[in-house]
């Protein structure tokens, strides 16, 4: 049997085709070498299923069933032309209503192009399993075989992740006059740069949400976050008093906002 080549049974049925064939022992007793499938549209491009039911016997097919996806249609394609898919094929075991699902076992994806138009298993499944009705696979004179073609696009999407852990002037300063005078609900302060992203404090002198009226809220603020994506960053702020000693709450009419960021 084939070496690097995945098989386990799942429920989930195939995404793209199906073959059902009835009266099987018909198809083999013809001398047709192998049957074609209708042709399918996924991807972007068109396929068909070619079913070897006696092997075939140029990929060491004797005593398998070979099963191939073809890419159709490829006349209109460019020199040079190329098609990556991740490809899973499928027999279907009727008994216990599963899918034996046949695929590369290390994740590979097959190439299609100008020189190889079919890509498959000549070791799909073996005669003596797949005639063996007791298996499921072939139950009065039935079976059904299928496909799932997960085309590859190069989209040449990516992002880049950076983390600083202490960045260049990674300290912000902003000092507020006169504090015990400030009447408005809310301060912001100038912009500031830090890890390639805009930042600014703001401060609610008497609470901001459940802290109304209670105590001093500060909150940093990213300026430029893109839609839908998180700035992590780890930082501190501080309230730097001015009468005397430094302490960690306000003494005075003067107080002094620090935001320390490491992003």
């Known amino acids: 049997m084939e070496t690097g080549i995945s098989r386990r049974k799942r429920d989930l049925p195939p995404a793209h085709y199906k073959l059902k064939i009835k009266s099987y022992s018909l198809l083999l007793q013809s001398e047709a070498e192998k049957y074609d499938s209708g042709v399918f549209e996924t991807g972007g491009h068109k396929w068909s299923l070619s079913l070897y039911p006696n092997g075939n016997k140029k990929s060491n097919g004797n005593g398998y069933i070979s099963l191939y996806l073809v890419i159709e249609e490829t006349d209109t394609y460019p020199h040079g032309w190329e098609v990556l898919v991740d490809l899973k094929l499928f027999v279907f075991d009727q ?4 899918y034996l699902t046949i695929q590369d076992a290390d994740g590979a994806f097959r190439r299609f192009n100008e020189m190889n138009t079919e890509w498959g298993f000549g070791q799909l499944i073996s005669e003596e399993i797949f005639n063996n ?8 004179d039935s079976c059904l075989f299928g496909a799932e073609v997960c085309v590859i696009n190069h989209t040449h999407t990516w992002e880049s992740l950076s983390m600083v852990k202490k960045p260049l002037n990674g300290t912000f300063t902003w000092k507020l006059e006169n504090f015990s005078t400030l009447n408005k609900t809310s301060y912001v302060s100038p912009t500031f ?6 930042w600014f404090l703001t401060v ?28 992590y960053a780890d930082y501190i702020l501080r309230i730097l008093g001015t009468l005397k000693r430094k302490k960690e709450h306000s ?11 490491y992003i």
Do not use: H, Q, W
């Open 193 to 198: 740069s830090v890890g390639e992203r805009n």
């Open 95 to 98: 008994i216990l209503d599963k």
């Open 251 to 261: 003494s005075g009419d003067t107080i002094m906002k620090c935001a320390y960021l």
């Open 204 to 231: 609610y002198p008497k609470g901001n949400g459940t802290a109304n009226g209670v105590s001093l809220s500060i909150f940093l603020e990213c300026e430029d976050i893109p839609a839908n994506r998180a700035i």
């Open 133 to 140: 009705s007791s298996n499921g696979y072939l139950v009065n």
